[in-house]
Structure formats: C-alpha cells, structure tokens
C-alpha cells in the first residue's frame, strides 16, 4: 500500500468546512444542549474540531460499533463501547468519519432509536460514493468522495495513519 502524494482534501479546507458545518449545527441546536455522540475512533478528530465550532452548549459521549464483515454483504455489526450518558430526551447528533455501506450507522441509529431521545441526527465527514448495503439519512455532509480507501485526520488503515492532518488516498501498490 502507498499514500497518494497528493492530499484528497488538505488541512485547510477541512477546517473551513468544518467551521461552516459548527455554524449550520449552532443554529439548528441553539438552546436545545445537544449530545454528540462520538463514534471511535476515526470521527476523534474531526468531533474535537467540530465541537468547538459550535457555539451552542452541548455535551459530548462516544459510542464504539465493530464490524464483522466476513463477507461485504453479510457484514455484522455490534455495538461494543456505550454512551455513559442517558440519551433519553435528548436532541442526539451522531458524528460519523464516513459514511461507506451503511451498516455501522445503522447499528448506532438501531441502538439510539431504542434509548427514547427527543430526536436523532447523522453528521459524516465523509461522504463515499458507493451503492449502500444500508441507507440511512445523513442531514449533514462535510464532503461527499469518490469511492477510493482513505486515511487520516481520525480514519485508519489497520490503525495507522490516523494521526495525518489531512485526507490521503490510500492505493494497492499492484493498482498504483
Ligand atoms: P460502513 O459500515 O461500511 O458504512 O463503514 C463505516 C466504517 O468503516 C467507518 O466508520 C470506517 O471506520 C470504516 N471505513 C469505511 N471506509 C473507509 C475508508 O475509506 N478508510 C478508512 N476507514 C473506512
Ligand atoms: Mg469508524
């Protein structure tokens, strides 16, 4: 595997994009004390951005899903790491690193459907353009891609590569 030498989308238009998104989220949550619900570990960074970009005080959790995907389509999702905080009656916005097949924020919208919150909302970061195993409704987009596998600011490739500021492009050598 090789990093493409050119950025998908550098540190600057990460920031700028995500500060539109912090506004667009101030307005629709003012006064509502909105919980994010963090997903580990690739959304890390880009909820420690997005977070302070929103003005409106909110509180902040995390909810951790593994996939199990010994085959695309049968692809199993479970939740292994719980929010600490009740999400009952409350306006839960879930951040998302990207949002690929579907089935990982199906889970996570399956377990918050079950919790009694007040209401219920997907942010993805990213975006791929692939044919989804399982739709779900994602409100806010920081940026819709093609579909190539991509590393950095919070996504992995076998748990390297979080640490970059900016979104690469990871290639198959044997593709490159
Ligand atoms: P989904 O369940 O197929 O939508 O996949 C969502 C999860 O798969 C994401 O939260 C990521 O952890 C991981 N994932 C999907 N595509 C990529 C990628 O291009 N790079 C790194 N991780 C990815
Ligand atoms: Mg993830």
Do not use: W
Request: with cysteine; aromatic share 6%; net charge negative.
């Amino acid at each position: 595997m090789r990093l493409n030498p050119k950025p998908l989308i550098d540190a600057a238009t990460l920031s700028i994009r995500i500060r539109e998104l912090g506004a667009a989220l101030s307005r629709t949550y003012g006064g509502k004390h909105p919980l994010l619900l963090v997903t580990l570990k690739g959304a890390l960074y880009f909820a420690a951005d997005l977070s302070r970009a929103i003005t409106t005080p909110h509180q902040v959790d995390f909810i951790r899903a593994r996939s199990y995907a010994g085959d695309q389509s049968t692809g199993r999702v479970e939740i292994t790491h719980r929010p600490e905080i009740s999400l009952r009656d409350r306006h839960v916005l879930i951040l998302e690193d990207i949002y690929d097949t579907g089935q990982t924020l199906a889970a996570i919208l399956d377990m918050v459907g079950e919790e009694g919150v007040a209401s219920v909302a997907v942010c993805a970061l990213l975006v791929k353009d692939v044919a989804r195993v399982s739709a779900v409704d994602v409100a806010y987009k920081g940026f819709e891609i093609p579909n190539h596998f991509v590393v950095g600011y919070g996504l992995d490739y076998n748990e390297g590569y979080r640490e970059l500021p900016e979104i690469r492009i990871l290639e198959s050598e044997t593709l490159a």
